[in-house]
C-alpha cells in the first residue's frame, strides 16, 4: 500500500455540555486520539492532531495551527458527539478540504460489556450525521469516511482522501498563468469565467505575446548555455535540429521560467497560435512545456490554464501526468489516439525521448524544437475539467490502457489508448454527452477512487467513463 507520505490534520470534537457534566472526558478522549495517531504511523500515515475541541473558537483555533503544518486533509473528527451549529460555524471560512470522521476506539460491540462508559467514549457517529446534514444544506463540500482506525480498508482510504485533498490544494495555490491569450474562438477551454472557477478564488496572470517577447530581452547567454547542457542530457537531439534552432528554445524557456517564478506559478496555459506568430519569439514554447511538465508544473495548451490546474493537481501526488487530446479514433479495435504537437510529460516516455525540428508557416514562417517520444504502456485515467451547464465544476473520467504499441510515423508525444469500456463509440458519446472539452490530462493509475473523493471535496459533478 503506497501513502506517499501523506499529511492528515486531524481536529477531535465534542460538545462543550460534556465538559460539565464529565470533568474527566477530554482526558479520556485526548489518549484516544493520541493512540489513534500513533496508529497510522505504522502505514506511514503522517497525522497531526488538535486538542479536543467543543467551541467555535477553540476549533478555528485548532484549523489555523493545521493550516500553518500544510497538512493534505482536515478531518473533523467527531470522537463523541458535537453540535453541527458549533462546527458548521467553525468551518464557514476554512479553504482546507474537509473531511468528517467519526472516531472509536471500541472495534467491536461485545453486548455483555458494551456499559455506560463505553458508550460515552464510543457514540460520535451520530455528530457526524447531524454536521453533514448541515454542511450539504449549506452546500459547503465535504467528504465522509467511516471506519475503524485498525482497519487496513479503512487506512487505504483516508489514504486516498489525503491524496484527494492534497491534488484539490495543489490546483488553488497553482497561481495559474496563461501566457498569449486564448486560442481565438477556441470556446470550450474557456471557462476562466465559469462559478466553480470563482469560487476556488484563483490568483490568475496573464502576459501577452509582446510582453514575453519583451522579457527575452533580459535573458543572459549564461543561463541559455546552461539550458542547453540540460537538452544534451535529456534528449536525443535530432540531426535536421540546427543550434539556432536550439538555443531559441532555450532562450525562451528561460524567459517562460523566470515569468514562472515572478508570478509564483505552478500552471501555464500557452497558447502556440500568438507565439509561433510573433516574430520575436517565433516558438510553440513546447521543449519548455515538455521538461516543466517532468518538474511537476502544469501545462496546458491554447492558452488553456483550467487544464494546466488539473495538470499539477494530479503532479502533486503522481510525477506521471501529463497534458494530451484524442487525435484519431481506431474504430475496428476499439482505441484511441492520443497525441499533441510537440509537448509531453519526458517522465513517461517509453524511450529516450528526442528533440525534432517542427515548422509553422502562418502569419510568419516559424521553426523550432519540439519533443518526440512515446508513452509508456500502463493502466491510466485521461481526465477533463470543465464547466456543466451552470457554471459548476465537472470532472469526466476515462479509464483504460495505454498499451505497448507503436505509431512509428507520426511525432510528438503519443499513443495509442484502449478504454475499459468495450465500445469505443460508446465511449466516445458518453463523453461528449457530459460536456468533456478536448482537452486532457493523463495519469497512470490504478484506481478511479481517488477522482470520486476529489469532486466531492471540491464540490463538482463526476462522469466516470469505465468499464459497462
Not at 37 to 45: L, P, R, S, T
Not at 343 to 352: L, V
Amino acid at each position: 500500500m503506497v501513502s506517499d507520505n501523506v499529511k492528515i490534520g486531524i481536529v477531535p470534537v465534542m460538545i462543550s455540555l460534556y465538559e460539565r457534566l464529565i470533568p474527566s472526558l477530554r482526558e479520556k478522549l485526548n489518549r484516544i486520539t493520541n493512540k489513534v495517531i500513533g496508529q497510522f504511523a505504522d502505514y506511514k500515515v503522517e497525522a497531526v492532531a488538535s486538542d479536543v475541541s467543543s467551541t467555535v473558537e477553540q476549533i478555528q483555533s485548532a484549523i489555523v495551527e493545521l493550516e500553518k503544518q500544510d497538512v493534505d486533509i482536515l478531518v473533523i473528527g467527531n470522537i463523541s458527539y458535537c453540535e453541527s451549529g458549533v462546527i458548521y460555524n467553525a468551518l464557514k471560512d476554512v479553504d482546507l478540504p474537509i473531511l468528517l470522521w467519526p472516531i472509536q476506539e471500541m472495534y467491536e460491540v461485545i453486548p455483555e460489556e458494551f456499559d455506560a462508559e463505553t458508550l460515552t467514549l464510543n457514540h460520535g457517529v451520530h455528530g457526524t450525521q447531524d454536521v453533514a446534514n448541515i454542511l450539504q444544506k449549506n452546500d459547503v463540500p465535504f467528504g465522509v469516511i467511516h471506519g475503524h482506525y485498525q482497519q487496513e480498508s479503512f487506512i487505504t482510504e483516508l489514504i486516498e482522501w489525503a491524496r484527494a485533498g492534497r491534488i484539490l490544494q495543489a490546483m488553488k495555490k497553482s497561481n495559474p498563468l496563461q501566457i498569449g491569450g486564448w486560442f481565438e474562438n477556441m470556446l470550450d477551454l474557456q471557462v476562466d469565467n465559469a462559478e466553480f472557477v470563482e469560487k476556488m478564488n484563483l490568483n490568475i496572470s496573464r502576459v501577452s505575446a509582446d510582453e514575453f517577447a519583451q522579457s527575452l530581452k533580459n535573458i543572459s547567454q549564461s543561463d541559455i548555455t546552461g539550458v542547453l547542457d540540460t537538452y544534451k542530457e535529456q534528449f536525443t537531439i535530432a540531426n535536421d535540429v540546427s543550434g539556432e534552432m536550439l538555443e531559441k528554445a532555450a532562450r525562451n524557456e528561460c524567459a517562460l521560467r523566470k515569468i514562472i517564478s515572478k508570478k509564483d506559478s505552478k500552471a501555464v496555459g500557452v497558447n502556440f497560435l500568438t507565439l509561433a506568430n510573433h516574430p520575436d519569439i517565433a516558438d510553440g514554447l513546447h521543449i519548455a512545456a515538455s521538461r516543466l511538465m517532468s518538474e511537476n508544473v502544469g501545462y496546458g495548451g491554447e492558452g488553456d490554464f483550467i487544464t494546466a490546474m488539473l495538470v499539477r493537481g494530479l503532479l502533486a501526488i503522481s510525477n506521471e501526468v501529463t497534458f494530451t487530446e484524442i487525435f484519431s479514433v481506431d474504430y475496428a479495435n476499439d482505441r484511441l489516439v492520443l497525441r499533441h504537437w510537440g509537448e509531453g510529460n519526458i517522465n513517461i516516455a517509453r524511450s529516450r525521448p528526442r528533440v525534432i525540428a517542427s515548422k509553422f508557416n502562418d502569419k510568419i514562417e516559424a521553426e523550432f524544437a519540439v519533443s518526440d517520444f512515446e508513452f509508456k504502456s500502463g493502466s491510466t485515467a485521461i481526465v477533463n475539467l470543465n464547466a456543466d451547464k451552470t457554471g459548476g465544476g465537472k470532472l469526466t473520467v476515462i479509464a483504460g490502457t495505454v498499451i505497448d504499441e507503436h505509431l512509428p510515423k507520426i511525432k510528438g508525444p503519443r499513443a495509442i489508448f484502449k478504454p475499459d469500456m468495450p465500445k469505443v463509440t460508446d465511449v466516445l458519446n458518453k463523453y461528449a454527452y457530459a460536456g468533456g472539452s478536448h482537452h486532457l490530462a493523463m495519469i497512470y493509475v490504478d484506481s478511479l477512487g481517488m477522482f470520486e473523493k476529489l469532486t466531492r471535496l471540491a464540490g463538482w459533478d463526476l462522469c466516470v467513463v469505465g468499464a459497462e
